[in-house]
């Protein structure tokens, strides 16, 4: 047998853009409990203030049209405005493509203080982005059975956010 007989004739056919019917997003429906708009050439920033290590930060975020920038910053004092350059990083800042994947994430928070989840858009010139999102705060496994222990064993989910102050109404 000589080597030619063994070949393949494959082809690639390049049949143009993806279906929108193939976009996980699509596919994937979460309500989020807030939505904002990031303008081009700027950031929105949320403050949680955490009082107890070992609490978990959780979040869940979309956006429209084009990919956005998020990262967790740490800082002292609440309600004060810093540059992302002036706070401790605690999860670097990158750009995900929210727009057709939801994006989610959580952080055990080893330290108490303000943390800020950031959404950049900075780099964008033309584009604003319209960011849906659910944030949590979660007591550490020992907080919530101290709490339960305190309140004889009634639910305290509701008062889960007690140590989480969302600055949304302030932006």
């Not at 993806?18 to 997003?25: G, K, L, M």
């Not at 950049?120 to 319209?130: H, L, M, P, V």
Request: aromatic share 10%; net charge negative; proline share 4%.
């Amino acid at each position: 047998m000589n080597s030619s007989s063994h070949r393949h004739n494959e082809t690639i056919n390049h049949v143009g853009p993806v279906p929108s019917s193939y976009y996980v997003r699509d596919h994937v429906k979460v309500d989020y409990e807030y939505c904002m708009t990031v303008n081009r050439g700027s950031s929105q920033q949320l403050d949680y203030e955490i009082l107890f290590p070992g609490c978990v930060l959780r979040w869940q975020f979309a956006c429209e049209g084009a990919d956005i920038g998020f990262g967790v910053f740490l800082k002292t004092k609440k309600g004060e405005w810093k540059k992302a350059s002036e706070m401790q990083e605690v999860i670097p800042s990158q750009r995900y493509n929210a727009h057709l994947v939801p994006e989610d994430g959580s952080l055990t928070c080893e330290h108490p203080g303000v943390y800020v989840l950031r959404f950049d858009n900075t780099y964008s010139i033309f584009q604003a982005k319209r960011v849906s999102y659910t944030v949590e705060v979660l007591l550490s496994d020992q907080l919530q059975s101290q709490r339960e222990a305190l309140t004889n064993g009634t639910n305290g989910k509701s008062s889960n956010n007690v140590q989480a102050e969302d600055e949304q109404s302030r932006l």
